[in-house]
């Protein structure tokens, strides 16, 4: 009974600000331009705000895990390619066969999984959540592009250089690179520009779970697909199932496996129907797996949760 009190209160508040975005869109209170441009400003101000200033904060020596970034980093290449491999048996067309590898694999790390890491263990551990993003999200958005492009291959020209660019000017992966220093040789910030970063953190969170509820879309998932279905159960059981047992024998615990349970764990990221519909994938088939992926991993994230700290992992 302590363990279910426990998950429900780690869970709960994420997803009760994400319920509260939807609520206010469905009742007008948020519009359309408010989430546009809110989403613009979490993406390229508070969220680079929040990574820059956890990751100035900590001891590289004593933070950086190697290993453990090594590990997530193979888990996340090796379920990619099996993924691919299995499913190009099954989907056909190529404009179904990118989303549905990308909706598999490419978790909401950087909003669900920092909600989930900052209520289970501390704003402190988000400064480690930041070094793992930093080796993620340029992984995540290479993977995604060579998913999205090869099966269209021989039906569209894509321009290389232009996305290769825009993967290396991520304002995240920018966030990343600009703190690295400031980490490494302790380089002391003025404590009011701390204030007002600390201000900037503060609210990348809640509005981006409040963003996440308002495209929230209910309807859509009676018109969801059978490859819906099929990539949000990888994603949301196969994936933290199989990563994290790997995990456990690899010798993680505590801290470590949690955070490589949340992270695998996490709904499919919004930015994969954003890509999807920019390169010619089947962008409804991506936004009814963010749909899926989201509402399911209320669930999957929760029992997850519950079963590792009742075996005494976490």
């Known amino acids: 009974m302590q363990n279910i009190l426990f998950t429900a209160e780690i869970v709960t508040p994420v ?10 869109k469905k009742f007008r209170i948020i519009s ?17 705000a929040l990574i820059f ?5 900590i001891d590289l020596s004593t933070t950086l895990n190697v290993k453990e970034i090594i590990f997530i980093c193979t888990a996340i290449i090796s379920t990619y390619l099996i993924i691919w491999i299995v499913s190009k048996y099954f989907i056909k067309e190529g404009k179904n066969l990118g989303v549905f590898i990308q909706g598999s694999y490419r978790g909401n790390f950087a909003i669900v999984g920092f909600a989930v890491i900052d209520s289970l263990y501390g704003n402190i551990a988000l400064g480690k959540a930041s070094l793992i993003l930093a080796f993620i999200l340029p992984l995540y958005n290479i993977l995604a592009v060579i998913a999205l492009t090869v099966p269209l291959s021989s039906e569209k020209e894509i321009n290389y250089k232009s996305t290769f660019i825009e993967i ?5 992966v ?17 404590s009011v520009i701390i204030e007002s970063g600390d201000y900037l953190s503060a609210i990348a969170l809640p509005l981006a779970l409040i963003g996440i509820g308002c495209n929230l879309n209910l309807t859509e998932i009676k018109k969801a697909s059978t490859l819906a279905f099929a990539s949000s159960t990888v994603k949301l059981i196969l994936l933290p199932l199989v990563v994290s047992f790997l995990a456990y024998e690899f010798g993680f615990i505590g801290q470590n496996l949690g ?5 695998f764990a996490c709904p499919t990221a919004i930015v994969s129907f954003i890509m999807a519909d920019a390169m010619g994938g089947n962008s409804k088939l991506a936004g009814n797996i963010v ?13 997850g949760l519950f079963l590792l700290k009742e075996f005494g992992l976490i």
Not at 168 to 172: E, G, H, K, S
């Open 259 to 263: 955070m490589i349970f949340i992270l």
């Open 32 to 48: 359309d331009n408010f989430v546009t441009v809110t989403s613009k400003f979490v993406f390229n101000v508070s969220l680079p």
């Open 168 to 172: 290396l000017t991520n304002p995240l």
């Open 15 to 24: 997803f009760l600000i994400i319920a509260l975005g939807f609520i206010l």
């Open 174 to 190: 920018l966030a990343v690179i600009f703190a690295l220093p400031f980490s490494y040789y302790k380089i002391v910030i003025p």
């Open 291 to 303: 749909v899926i992926t989201t509402l399911g991993s209320i669930v999957t994230i929760t029992i």
């Open 53 to 57: 200033f956890n990751i100035s904060k």
